[in-house]
């Protein structure tokens, strides 16, 4: 039975390299899931998830110029969808703050005044307390 891309499957782990493991997906057909199509984690090693002689469920991605298989064992795996988030209830006027542009801009200019008196402040040489020993 000839696979097309899409089609989930079962194949053996024949070998295993350092970029990836080389799976046998029948009638001799062979192909690579790379490192980085094997978990969703970091795969620092894959030899922490594989071996050869092992069973792998892989997903065909594809073939490569040279007819090879491009084989995926994350995108195999059945996932549940993420449930959407529930908005939070929004908060009541009065705590949101400014609203208007010209209030949120004053506050702004207020603020910003008041950290460069203070910049000012700190880097006057006048100002500085002398230190006695």
């Known amino acids: 039975m000839p696979v097309a891309p899409g089609d989930v499957v079962e194949g053996k782990v024949v070998k295993v390299v350092k970029f990836g493991v080389i799976v046998e997906v029948g009638e001799g057909k062979q192909g690579l899931v790379h490192i980085s199509e094997i978990a969703d984690a970091f795969v620092r090693d894959v030899g922490d998830y594989f071996e050869e002689g092992d069973s792998a469920k892989v997903k065909v991605l594809g073939t490569d110029d ?3 298989l ?11 969808p993420i449930r959407p988030v529930e908005p ?12 208007s542009f ?14 460069l008196v203070d910049l000012k402040r700190n880097r006057d040489p006048k ?7």
Do not use: I
């Not at 491009?70 to 549940?80: G, M």
């Not at 939070?88 to 609203?99: A, F, L, M, N, V």
């Open 88 to 99: 939070q209830p929004r908060r009541s006027d009065q705590s949101r703050g400014p609203e």
């Open 127 to 133: 100002r500085r307390k002398k230190r006695r020993k």
């Open 102 to 115: 010209e209030e949120r801009l004053s506050a702004f200019m207020k603020h910003s005044e008041k950290r």
């Open 66 to 68: 040279r007819g090879r």
């Open 70 to 80: 491009q084989l995926s064992v994350k995108q195999a795996e059945t996932r549940e």
